[in-house]
């Protein structure tokens, strides 16, 4: 437990599909968590405070734990930040589909729980119907307690959870609940660019965290991660975006919606910092995202990554004539060498 009394944390877990994004964006009443029929869709934590009888409770949306025997990296990678936002959270939320059968990975998942010390509720969610609410009984199988029928899409018995969870915590020492009201630097920075230029373990070596997932495959981060940076006393907001394809590349779908996303988080910036691919050099896929933000009037920060991999004489700056008129910057994100001038670069643009 920290010394310093904060807000509850409560972390949303459970299979894919199962809703937990949509739970989320109920509570928040915004679409932060891209929600689709398709499973696994949110593959990164998603953190944000709600506020609930005047109390404000901090969630953290999560990836599906999913088939825990499968080894394909990304599902490593998932399953590890569902066992970071455990460890994080003060109590966890085990969401379940209501319409679905229990299996074993829904038996599995519980004795994960049932082991561990954090208190958790039980949301049997997509209980819209008569027939589902009368079987609510069948999940007291999972050991876990009493469980809640909720809908997250219209949002029936979402407010009884979160009763459930604000009478939990109101008495309980080291918590303080405070105005959810976001105190955010004004200040923020996306950073964008395309799949695989380095992004996430750009993020990574700036927070030193592994709060978003690392890979090797291209569209890792689908949803747009903001984390608070300080850098010589400089406060700003840093978002990680999805990486945006060429537009007769992009899937319809999921991916169509983070390119939305992303476009929003340039949008919503005050500096773009556009990652590239040093080893590939500046393409039309650069181009294009410098120019939406050139239009959309943001100040432009060029990070050209990957300097582990090339000479700074060998990528072609000049290739495009209105890019040697903008500041850029050679970074390695994968040693982190020119990190600290990156920080410096963006501090430069908060004065």
Known sequence: MNSEPRNPIIAIVGKPNV??????????????????????????RIIANVQWQRRALTFIDTAGLGELEKKEVININMHKQVDEAMDEADMIIFM??????????DLEIANRLRRGTKPVLLAVNKAESPKIKDRIGEFFKLGIGEPFGISSIHGDGVADILDEIVKYFKDKPG????????????????????????????????????RVIVSDIPGTTRDSISSKVVWEDREFILIDTAGIRRSGKIERGVEKY????????????????????????FVRGDVHLITHALEAGKSILIAINKMDLVHPDDVNINKFSFIRKLPYVYISAKTGKSVGILLSRICEFLI
Do not use: C, M, W
Not at 22 to 33: A, C, H, M, P
Not at 96 to 105: A, E, Q, S
Not at 263 to 277: G, K, N, P, W, Y
């Open 258 to 281: 983070s390119v939305v996303r992303t476009l929003r988080s340039i949008d919503e910036s005050d500096l773009v910092v556009i990652l590239i691919d040093g080893s590939e050099g």
């Open 96 to 105: 379940v589909d209501g319409t679905d059968v229990l299996n074993k990975f």
């Open 175 to 210: 918590f303080i609940f405070t105005n959810t009201q976001r105190i955010e630097s004004p200040y923020k920075v996306a950073l964008i660019g395309r799949p695989n230029t380095g992004k996430s373990t750009l993020l990574n070596e700036i927070t030193h965290s592994n």
């Open 19 to 44: 809703g937990k994004s949509t739970f989320f964006n109920k509570l928040l009443g915004e679409r932060v968590s891209i929600t689709s029929e398709i499973a696994g869709t949110t593959r990164d």
